[in-house]
């Protein structure tokens, strides 16, 4: 799979400010003490890093520093400190917010930790792996099954996204219905502190009541806290044998209804996506070698996996036989097919991977990572959607996703023909509080998994309670005094927060 690829489907554009004397000093310092791979100033190699994957954000940055251990990261952060230059911490850049991107003032260098991926340890006895920053989430999951077990986390950007990114973002996918995000499968974390000290916190106790929990302090703190350099990483048993289901029900009540149905037979049910067909049509014009699996299309499908972790468990296959025979009896679901085998399951999954590479090709859209409670989910995704293009014409509202855990991708298409820069710059910072106020009045998140980064920093602070932004504020002006670690993400800014 590649790991890094420039989506913006043009030229990228090259960073060619001057390094300030702080800036170059750093670089220098950083060149001749760790050899010079250790920082990149080549505009050219710098380009596909200084914009996030949606091509959205773009920044300036002279040089990108790379070190090869937490000893190399704590010597950087200490030197940016003297020297008073920030530093983006940055992953797989796989991020969807900005929040790994550069500001364009060029004041901040970039910390790759992509030299950082070594899997330091796998202990199957004790269900734990301790990999670096930079161990890239596939890589992860093969070393692990090689010694019979598994991480129980993927995503679509599992090829490229890494490790601390991961934690920094406090990640999600598809296995956050039995397994949870990033923050459950985190044992411990090695970090480096904004004054340069090494936070040594990878152990994992089932017990420590120390105060604060810093390693879950620096989960989803998106690299403002600390620069994550290794994480003690839980494991479980690795599937011996699985099967994926394709299925259609009639709205989004009926998919709910029939995971509730399922969850109440078996607990073998580890992802449960829902993906409209409007959604799915998309895919299938978009994506070359895609067909749809049932033969008369449904309004919503669902994709399930089950999953079986010891031979003695019954086979998913006939469990899940069993289980949607009875749903298509009692009527609450149309149709549903069975994966055959793995290239088939493989080919299901790609139908839901695919949503977001179609939607670009399909053209502008801006999106939404949104939460509300469960048992609400399925009256939001109609009804949000269908106020959203009540308010604005010729905009379509899709939504699809994790619909088991509450947290579902809610996006607004622009008409077709428009404008996308004029689009992005007048329609759909309107779209955005509309689909944002909806959700906060359904008592939920505007960002469930993605994080807040540069998109959604000032919607945080519009949205938020003052006691809120201030606990974020006053933490980051404990821990990073100086505004050292990645500057403009997350935390409101005072004149967005007074502004709220």
Not at 40 to 45: C, S
Not at 249 to 262: E, H, I, K, S, T
Not at 333 to 340: H, K, R
Not at 342 to 367: K, M, N, V
């Amino acid at each position: 799979m590649n790991r890094r690829v420039n989506w913006l489907g043009h030229a990228p554009m090259l960073s060619r400010r001057a390094m300030t004397p702080q800036q170059r000093n750093i670089v220098e310092t950083v060149q001749a003490r760790f050899g010079p791979k250790a920082a990149v100033t080549d505009p050219h190699e710098l380009a596909p890093w200084l914009t996030d994957w949606r091509g959205r954000f773009k920044g300036s940055a002279p040089a990108m520093l790379a070190p090869a251990s937490v000893d190399e990261v704590a010597a950087i952060v200490t030197l940016a400190g003297e020297q008073g230059v920030p530093l983006v911490p940055q992953g797989g850049n796989t991020g969807l917010v900005g929040g790994a991107t550069p500001l364009m003032d060029g004041a901040s260098l970039l910390v790759s930790l992509r030299r950082m991926n070594r899997i330091r340890s796998i202990d199957p006895a004790s269900n734990l792996a301790v990999a670096e920053a930079g161990v890239i989430l596939a890589d992860l999951h093969e070393a692990v099954l090689a010694q019979g077990r598994r991480f129980p986390l993927t995503l679509g950007a599992r090829g490229s996204a890494t490790i601390g990114g991961l934690i920094s973002t406090n990640a999600g996918g598809t296995q956050v219905l039995r397994f949870g995000t990033m923050r459950a499968l985190v044992a411990g974390i090695e970090a480096v502190l904004p004054d340069g000290s090494i936070h040594h916190g990878l152990p994992s106790l089932k017990k420590d009541n120390r105060g604060y929990d810093l390693n879950q302090l620096l989960v989803g703190a998106e690299g403002t806290l600390g620069i994550v350099t290794a994480a003690s990483l839980r494991l479980v048993p690795a599937i011996a044998s699985r099967a994926v289901a394709w299925i259609g029900v009639a709205n989004p009540q009926a998919g709910l209804d029939l995971l509730r149905a399922m969850e109440a037979r078996t607990r073998a049910i580890e992802s449960f996506e829902i993906v409209p067909e409007d959604t799915l049509a998309m895919v299938l014009e978009h994506i070359p070698g895609t067909r749809a699996p049932l033969a008369e299309r449904a309004p919503w499908n669902v994709l399930i996996e089950a999953v079986a972790t010891s031979d003695d468990d019954e086979p998913p296959a006939d469990l899940l036989q069993r289980l949607l025979a009875e749903a298509i009896e009692s009527g609450r679901i149309i149709d549903a097919v069975i994966a055959a085998n793995e290239a088939q399951a493989e080919a299901f999954w790609h139908l839901r991977d695919s949503i977001a590479e179609a939607e670009r090709a399909s053209g502008p859209a801006t999106q939404y990572d949104i939460s509300v409670p469960v048992a609400d989910m399925p009256r939001f995704m109609v009804e949000g959607g269908r106020e959203v293009e009540r308010h604005y014409p010729g905009v379509h509202a899709i939504a699809f996703g994790h619909l088991g855990d509450g947290n579902v991708h809610f996006h607004a298409r622009a008409p077709e023909g428009a404008d996308g820069a004029r689009w992005y710059a007048e329609d759909a910072p309107r779209i955005t509080r509309l689909v944002h106020d909806l959700v906060v009045a359904a008592g939920g998140s505007i960002s469930a998994e993605h994080g807040i980064g540069q998109l959604k920093r000032a919607e945080l602070a519009r949205l938020s309670a003052p006691s809120r932004i201030a606990a974020l504020r006053a933490i980051k002006a404990a821990m990073d005094p100086h505004g050292i670690l990645n500057p403009g993400k997350l935390v409101p800014l005072a004149q967005e927060a007074a502004g709220s």
